[in-house]
């Protein structure tokens, strides 16, 4: 009965959520403010990964994806995998314009990248919201590229700390549902028609065994923009250890240890026993840190 009153609930907020798909009297009033023409910003990105990339096994060499466009200079927000590491990319817009793009920056703490357009796309930016209102319940947009036929309604069912086994931790992470095919990358567009978060995983427990989608909140993108920008990257970086962990039968595993990672070089690192939370993930990667001892230099990531 409460699985059932739940979906209820959540048909009842979709409902809510294709009403900001119905027209301009859904978000505030202005040609500028027309649903269709803020999805004109979310184009298709696409880019290519040298065979030997490290990521390259992992994630392929020819990624695919959405990005969007968020000034008037043709800066472009991912999410970071789809660029990392890459040697090219593509942006194509709604319409069908296509240009190259620069890789700009990539924030693994985040997950968050930024690319730029060679070429002026004719898109006008999607305004910069926040993720800070989206409580459980509230109804949002998900877009991919491809404008309002690639959009669709979705709800917010979650809000908690994600935690990957790529050493990854992901605090006031957003999940939504039903779940968007076109994750990567896609917008996460608040009832005020402003960006709020950037799609990076689709997940089969978004909420009480619902499926759907993890998005990252785009306040994640403003302390970091600068740096990433000036610099490819923030100016502070996170520790690594080069060791992916995965969660089988309540406990911790080491799933892969990157060869040039300080957990390939200290056997002392592997020692990092179980735990029933992967909440507790990054706290193990940072006892593994210390086990490591000082003559280990954390790297950078870019997987």
């Not at 004719?122 to 998900?142: F, H, N, Q, W």
């Not at 403003?222 to 690594?240: E, N």
């Not at 070089?265 to 593994?288: D, K, N, V």
């Amino acid at each position: 009965m409460q699985g059932e009153a739940r979906i209820r609930g959540l048909a009842g907020r979709l409902a809510s959520a294709l009403l900001l798909l119905a027209g301009p009297h859904a978000w505030a009033a202005g040609p500028d403010t027309d649903p269709a023409r803020r999805l004109e910003a979310v184009v298709r990105v696409q880019a290519e990964i040298p065979a030997g990339a490290r990521t390259a096994s992992l994630l392929g060499t020819k990624r695919d994806g959405s990005g969007v466009v968020i000034d008037d200079a043709g800066l472009i927000v991912t999410i970071g995998y789809l660029i990392t590491e890459a040697m090219a990319a593509e942006v194509t817009t709604a319409a069908g314009r296509a240009s190259r793009a620069e890789i700009i920056g990539f924030d693994t703490e985040s997950g968050l990248g930024l690319l730029r357009a060679a070429e002026p796309l004719e898109v006008k930016p999607m305004p910069i919201g926040t993720a800070k209102g989206l409580a459980e319940r509230t109804p949002v947009i998900v877009a991919g590229p491809g404008g309002a036929e690639a959009a669709q309604a979705a709800v917010v069912v979650s809000r908690r700390t994600f935690a990957g086994y790529w050493e990854y931790l992901l605090e006031d992470a957003i999940f939504t549902a039903p779940p968007c095919p076109a994750w990567s990358g896609a917008a996460l567009i608040a009832p005020d028609g402003k960006l709020a978060g950037i799609g990076s995983l689709i997940v089969g427990d978004a909420d009480s065994g619902f499926p759907g989608n993890m998005f990252v909140p785009i306040d994640r993108l403003k302390p970091v923009m600068g740096d990433l920008i000036a610099l490819g990257r923030p100016s502070s970086a996170r520790p690594w250890l080069g060791a992916n962990l995965q969660e089988i039968g309540g406990e911790l595993v080491v799933r892969r240890v990157a060869s040039e990672g300080p957990a390939a070089a200290r056997e002392s690192s592997m020692a990092i026993g179980s735990s029933r939370s992967t909440g507790r993930r990054f706290a193990i990667w940072r006892t593994s840190i210390a086990h490591c001892g000082a003559g280990a230099q954390p790297g950078s990531r870019s997987s």
